[in-house]
């Protein structure tokens, strides 16, 4: 039975309009709401005594990855509404908000968990950053950056070095996003699996590939006097120098979304990649 829920929607007038909607459809249920707009950079802290069952993200994907990333190791769900583009992550659509908030309060809804990555930066021999990612970690180079050279090493599987624009490493959650537009495969959203995607290699033969999620995979920069950065989710950005070593990883927690029974990941694709 839910008892408290946070709204997390994005700044613009349709999204506030519906986060008062919804506000309104809780509320009169006797709930404890917590609103907040992605895009403040005053992000003020909810009260110490609220614990929400349910993290409602109104917006498109970039929203629900700025409330993966604020309340999803929680293991709270995660509830997405799709007022954006394509919206693989916030798959249910405005029409249908409605009648599956309700479904919702009724305590009929379903659940899958999805893997996230632990991203963390290691510069001589110390963390100097890490981040979560629920679609993936990038690392490239700058606009006016040369050709990167990354040492990559997996554990149980190998070393190999490259050279690209950059690399990307995706979550099964992530596959249609930046790694999609990469030339990396689709994956479905709930294998155990992390997709590592060269951008733009130099060597037709650095092609991408599925790893268990068991493998973590450490990159180490070998380009000097570049503009390079490592990217997570699109939304955090950190700064590399040369000889840091990033190491990634599938993080102990899942991420956990509320899905729409009413249609599949096959459905998704169709709609959205317009697949006959």
């Excluded at 917590?34 to 110490?48: A, M």
């Excluded at 614990?51 to 409602?56: A, K, Q």
């Excluded at 954006?84 to 309700?102: I, N, V, W, Y």
């Excluded at 970690?137 to 990559?152: D, Q």
């Amino acid at each position: 039975m839910l008892r408290q829920v946070a709204i997390v929607y994005k700044d613009d007038e349709r999204s506030a309009a519906l986060a008062d909607q919804a506000s309104s459809i809780l509320g009169a249920e006797g709930l404890d709401i917590w609103v907040e707009c992605s895009g403040q950079s005053d992000r003020e802290r909810p009260p110490l005594d609220f614990h929400p069952d349910l993290v409602i993200s109104l917006g498109g994907d970039g929203t629900l990855l700025y409330a993966a990333r604020a309340w999803g190791l929680t293991g709270i769900p995660l509830f997405g509404v799709n007022l954006g583009h394509l919206g693989f992550l916030a798959e249910t659509e405005p029409d249908q908000f409605g009648s599956l908030l309700k479904s919702i309060l009724d305590g009929n809804y379903r659940v899958e968990k999805r893997l996230a990555l632990e991203v963390a930066v290691e510069r001589d021999g110390e963390i100097v950053a890490d981040t979560l990612a629920l679609n993936e970690a990038v690392v490239n180079k700058g606009a006016l950056s040369r050709i990167i050279t990354l040492h990559i090493s997996v554990k149980d599987f190998g070393q190999w070095h490259f050279r690209a624009d950059g690399v990307i490493i995706a979550t099964p959650t992530g596959s249609t996003a930046y790694n999609l537009s990469a030339g990396g495969p689709v994956v479905y959203p709930t294998l155990p699996a992390i997709i590592l995607t060269p951008i733009c290699p130099f060597t037709l033969t650095s092609r991408p590939l599925i790893l268990p999620a068991s493998c973590p995979v450490e990159m180490v920069v070998d380009s000097h006097d570049q503009d390079i950065h490592l990217t997570a989710d699109g939304q955090i950005s950190i700064p590399l120098k040369p000889g840091d070593r990033i190491i990634t990883k599938t993080h102990r927690t899942s991420i956990s979304l509320v899905v729409n029974p009413r249609r599949n990941f096959i459905d998704i694709l169709r709609q959205k990649l317009n697949w006959a």
